[in-house]
């Protein structure tokens, strides 16, 4: 009864959802629940959800019938898929179809096509009652019912009155419903490609011959795809389309006028693409190249496209898409490409209100992916010279607001970007003007093509043949610093003679200095492989032929001149560069495997040709700055190679290349500041201490050079030279008239620079001096006592800051702060280099205390946001290193100052981060100091000491007074967080301050907060490695400092009880039994205060006491324990009987 009613309620819903039911499902149904869900979840509008009911439906069936249920669920599952195809819903149709194609494939053993044909007929057959409506989706259910069976390949099986059948069947449906032709003439192609061309030959003929036959004023885009199939598959041979249509090829220059009409008529059901273009395309093709391109000119461009008749665009873009994405079969792009396509496309690009917008930013992006996917560099090539020719422009992207070009010549292959930059020299040289226009506002091309000439070596890296980047180079090298008198074959570029402008070499100069630029941060690697960052070498070889190539033209002095005069003094520099080139050129062969060595010759050289090619790129009025620079480098490549140092008060060569290079970041130019990071990176290995803070000079704070500068002068103020001391005397014993002709001369002074007085100032001196302040009416200047002077200085203090801070806001002083701002982000990036590379762990010690400066100084100073997120990165990168280079510190006072200036910055650090990053920067401190080696500059006792422990010592010692400070000063600025943090990662390391915090536990005189958190910190530093240090005899002395702690702490406690220390005091009692269960505490000091305990405190009592009175676990009876804390009274370190070690 139950299934009955769920057969009766299932059979409602299903007309409730109008999904007929013939009378023989209506009694089939006597499936199970599980199964007659699967046929609602076939209806959902979620594709995956249809496929996994189709799948789940199928392997439902296998198992009925491996059980023996065949005929019930099969036959009523086939059937109730047959019926919902007719159903009106709106994805019924999609997954009955899905599901009854992979039944009938899955058991096809089981069914025969004309059963199949039968049920069809059975189940689609709509009521002579029924609306128009219901008779179209059963007609749709019928087209779907025949093309799974075609799909399933059952139809294999059928015979001639099934496939009779079938066909009459479409051929009746195509007749009646038009708007179904195309999806019955589908399924007839369909079964022409299911079946050999033998068995469909008769019946085609039989039943389509009327449409087969109607001639090209009839033919519609129906009637052609079928006859193309028909003709592909060889079932109406030549002769058959002879006769009836008066070409052996359907696809022809006599058939182009029919062809044209029928793409014309196919676009009325827009946006779908009819097949039937596609197929003509593809036909024309294999026509040959002369039929394919006049397919295009005449019909396709020259009659179907039409600008006005949107449905007609949206067809041919849609089939220029198809046919690049074959790019095999391409025959001619300019034909598809052509001029009366790229102009309206453009135009459409650029309207965004237009109707086809979308589709023509869709058709630009299908070329692009083309042109990513194909490797035939000759069509990436003609592609880009139609968009490129009139009425394309090389101003496309910007006219388009698209990136079309840029990505185009990104992707080109090695040949084609050849051959393309070789066109665009050529457009340059030749000045060519755009569109044939010159001197009208319209840019040149010779200025658009260097963007597109410099697209091509900032995008290709082919570093395995970089040689035709220099090619590039070198010509606008040539035409930016040179003109060429007459031709000089010898040479690259110099074959003719090029004229060009003024306005023009300045351009190619931009971009060469952009090339260089773009190159010296290039991504090295082939295309389509790993990549990483440039090294430089890759650089270097390109630099390295420009600069020959520009000696090659310097010294050709009767054919070639610079385009600005060069003095002879520059001549000089340049021959002076030359010369030391050489030299370096000697000194790399001879280095051998030394790789800091030949290193710093990479970095010598690169400085040099760099600089000595910029004598000819900068103005005059820049050269002499280059010179300088020259000579500088010059003279430490000298240093560098020379073995003995003749001045030891003159700084090393590595300081002055330092200063070099950090006054290089200071410039606007992104080619020096890229070039002067590389070149650090290169020579780091021989940097001192000294070069590494000089870099991080640079991020001294502002206010405190003011500060500085402020009391030098106060200094010079206050010292009186004797000059004026001398004078001072002499002249009260000069006459009369002496003094009176100085003070008319004072006051002739004073009426002079009077006007100069700020009056805001003079107001704002008054208000705070107030009652002191001399006016002008004032006859007298009483002179004020110390004291009253104290009093003001206050006031005078506030004035003067006051309008420092006004002067700080102007304008002037704002862009002044944000040059240096940008400064100190641009000098980030040496010490960036310094973090990554550095294998001194002395150059990482100094890194710490600036950085960390940097950051907190972020939190407070609004403008060092910036300096302070990149400052941040690099310290996070710098406490994160997992291999910690090794050191050699001659200096034990600089070691122990940088573990201060940590410390000292914690007692200002309000922020949780900050003191966080503070912890990390002590423990990175610890750990290179472990793994340095301390040598004393000067021979004395401590150089026999062992390194190692001399650093660590005085680094525990440093944090040890800190401690002290922080438990014993009320004062103290110091954070609990930081010394929590450190002992967490470090307690071996700090084991020895437990006496200090025993020693504060202890101490009723420290404050119950300072107690408190030395009970924290104790409870942070002991764990089960303390234990074992020494032999476990550090921790035997602690266990007894801690049991007189105990009673201290009972004995105070029951006199003043503090109901928040005691529970961190028993949480340290509770660890010291966790690490080490053998030690028993005498807790009987407490029983007099205990009732005073709240619950957790009285259970954490009674679980230390338990504790004591059981054995440690692990421990026989019988066997004695290892360690006891249970002394006697005395004070002395002799264990008892207890105490001993078995």
């Known amino acids: 009864m139950q299934l009955k009613s769920l057969e009766t309620e299932k059979e409602t819903e299903y007309k409730g959802k109008n999904i007929p039911m013939s009378s023989n499902v209506k009694h089939s149904i006597s499936q199970s629940q599980s199964l007659l869900d699967l046929f609602w979840k076939l209806a959902v509008t979620d594709e995956e959800e249809r496929i996994n009911a189709a799948t789940q439906l199928v392997a439902t069936l296998r198992k009925n019938v491996e059980n023996g249920d065949e005929d019930d669920s099969l036959q009523y599952s086939v059937k109730r898929l047959l019926v919902g195809l007719s159903s009106n819903r709106q994805a019924a149709p999609l997954g009955f179809a899905t599901a009854l194609c992979e039944i009938l494939r899955e058991f096809s053993d089981n069914f025969h096509t004309a059963q199949l044909i039968a049920m069809i007929k059975e189940c689609l057959q709509p009521a002579k009652q029924d609306n128009r409506s219901h008779h179209t989706h059963c007609s749709i259910g019928k087209i779907l019912a025949y093309s799974s069976l075609i799909r399933s390949g059952i139809i294999k ?33 369909q079964l022409c490609q299911a079946l050999p061309p033998d068995d469909l030959r008769d019946v085609v003929t039989e039943l389509l011959g009327e449409e087969l036959t109607s001639g090209w004023e009839k033919c519609t885009a129906d009637t052609l795809q079928l006859l193309l199939v028909l003709q592909e598959k060889k079932v109406l041979d030549s002769e058959y389309i002879s006769e009836h249509w008066g070409v052996e090829k359907l696809v022809c220059r006599k058939t182009f006028p029919y062809l044209a009409r029928i793409m014309v008529q196919s676009t009325t059901h827009h946006p779908i693409v009819h097949p039937v273009n596609a197929m003509i395309v593809s036909q024309a093709v294999a026509a040959g190249r002369k039929v394919s391109s006049k397919l295009w000119k005449d019909v396709i461009i020259g009659e179907v496209y039409n600008t006005e008749k ?56 299908d070329i692009v992916d083309v042109i990513k996917k194909t490797s035939k560099g000759s069509l990436q090539l003609e592609i880009l010279r139609c968009l490129l020719t009139e009425p394309g422009s090389f101003m496309f992207d910007s006219i388009t607001a698209t990136r079309t070009i840029s990505n185009i010549i990104s992707n080109l292959s090695a040949d ?39 697209n091509i070596p900032s995008m290709r890296q082919d570093v395995s043949d970089s040689t035709w980047q220099t090619n590039i180079l070198k010509f606008l090298f040539l035409h930016s610093c040179f003109v060429l008198k007459q031709p000089l074959p010898k040479l690259d570029h110099c074959e003719e003679v090029v004229t060009l402008t003024d306005s023009d070499r300045l351009s190619i100069k931009e971009a060469l200095l952009k090339g260089l630029s773009i190159l010296s941060t290039c991504q090295t690697g082939h295309k389509g492989g790993s990549s990483k960052k440039a090294d430089g070498l890759d650089y270097m070889t390109i630099l390295d032929s420009l600069f020959k190539y520009a000696s090659k033209l310097v010294s050709s002095t009767e054919s070639v001149e610079t385009f600005r005069v060069v003095s002879p003094q520059e001549l000089a520099i340049w021959n002076q560069v030359e010369t030391t080139c050489k030299k370096i050129d000697k000194h790399q062969k001879s280095v051998g495997e030394d790789k800091s060595k030949s290193a710093m010759f990479e ?94 000079d640079v991020f001294q704070s502002e206010d405190d050079e003011f500060d500085a500068d402020r009391e030098e002068v106060m200094m010079e103020e206050d010292v009186t030279s004797p000059d004026e001391t001398d004078v001072s005397e002499t002249a009260g014993d000069e006459g009369e008239d002496s003094s009176t002709s100085s003070d008319e001369s004072d006051d002739e002074d004073e009426e002079e620079h009077g006007e ?81 590379h550095s294998t ?198 602690f266990t007894k400092s801690l049991q007189v702690a105990i009673e201290k702490v009972s004995k105070y406690s029951a006199v003043n009880y503090k109901a928040g220390f005691l529970p961190e005091f028993f949480g340290v009692l509770n660890k010291v039994k966790t690490v080490d269960k053998t030690v028993v505490l005498d807790l009987g000091s407490f029983e007099g205060i205990s009732e005073k305990f709240n619950k957790d405190l009285q259970k954490l009592y009674r679980k230390l006491v338990s504790a004591n009175s059981q054995p440690a676990v692990g421990v026989s009876p019988g066997r004695k324990r290892k360690v006891s804390a249970t002394f006697p009274s005395s004070d002395s370190d002799k264990p008892t009987k207890a105490m001993k070690t078995p």
């Open 756 to 836: 100069e007085v700020d009056e805001n100032m003079r107001a704002t001196l008054q208000a705070a001096l107030g009652p002191a302040a001399i006016t002008d009416a004032d006859q007298e200047d009483d002179d004020l006592s110390d004291s009253e002077m104290f009093k003001l200085d206050d006031a005078l203090s506030a004035a003067f800051r006051g309008m420092m801070s006004k002067n700080k806001n102007s304008p002037a002083e704002v862009e002044k702060r944000r040059q240096i701002i940008y400064f100190k982000l641009r000098c980030l990036d040496l010490v960036e280099v310094i973090v990554k």
């Open 310 to 365: 949107h449905s007609r665009c949206y067809m041919v873009y849609q089939l220029i898409s198809e046919v690049l994405k074959s790019s095999d079969k391409i025959q001619s792009v300019a034909s598809i490409l052509c001029p009366e396509l790229i102009g309206p496309l453009m135009r459409q690009m650029t309207n965004r209100d237009t109707y086809l917008h979308k589709a023509a930013v869709k058709l630009m992006a």
């Open 603 to 696: 970095a010598f050289q690169l400085m040099l040709q760099l600089f000595g090619l910029h004598l000819y790129i900068v103005e005059s009025s820049e050269r002499a700055e280059v010179m300088d620079t020259i000579q500088e480098i010059t003279t430490c490549f000298s240093k560098a190679v020379s073995r003995t140092r003749t001045n030891k008060e003159e700084p090393e060569w590595c300081e002055v290349i330092t200063e070099v290079l950090i006054s290089l970041m200071s410039k606007s130019s992104h080619l020096l500041r890229t070039v002067s990071t590389s070149v650090f990176t290169k020579i780091l290995p021989m940097c001192n201490t000294a070069s590494i803070q000089l870099i991080l």
């Open 157 to 189: 099986q059928a015979g001639d009155a099934d496939v009779r059948a079938i066909v009459s069947s479409l051929v009746t449906i195509k007749t009646r419903y038009t708007m179904l032709s195309s999806a019955a003439t589908d399924c007839l192609i």
């Open 840 to 1037: 001194d762990g002395e150059h990482l010690m100094e890194l710490v205390v600036p950085l960390l400066s940097l950051t907190e100084a972020s939190y407070k100073e609004k403008e060092m946001k910036e300096i302070g997120k990149k400052a941040q990165t690099l310290y996070n990168h710098l406490t994160s290193l997992k291999k910690i280079p090794t050191a050699t510190v001659t200096d034990l006072d600089r070691a122990t100052d940088r573990v201060k200036d940590i410390l000292t910055l914690s007692t200002n650090a309000y922020v949780w981060p900050i003191m966080k990053d503070l912890a990390n920067g002590l423990n990175l401190m610890i750990k290179l100091l472990s793994h340095a080696e301390y040598k004393p500059s000067q021979k004395s006792a401590k150089s026999k000491t062992k390194g190692k422990d001399v650093l660590i010592a005085a680094v525990v010692g440093e944090v040890q007074a800190a401690l002290k400070e922080f438990l014993n000063k009320r004062e103290s600025k110091y954070s609990h967080t930081l010394f929590q943090s450190l002992f967490d990662r470090q307690a071996p390391l700090f084991w020895g301050s437990n006496s200090d915090l025993l020693e504060a536990i202890s101490n009723e005189g420290v404050r119950v907060f300072c107690r408190t958190q030395a009970c924290s910190l104790l409870s942070q530093l002991i764990n089960r490695t303390v234990t074992s240090q020494d032999n476990g005899a550090t921790w035997l002395k």
């Open 416 to 454: 084609a970007a050849k051959e393309f930059s070789q066109d665009l020299m050529s457009v340059i040289s030749a000045a060519a003007p755009l569109c044939g226009r010159r001197g009208d506002g319209i840019v040149s091309w010779s200025s658009i093509t260097l963007t597109h000439l410099l």
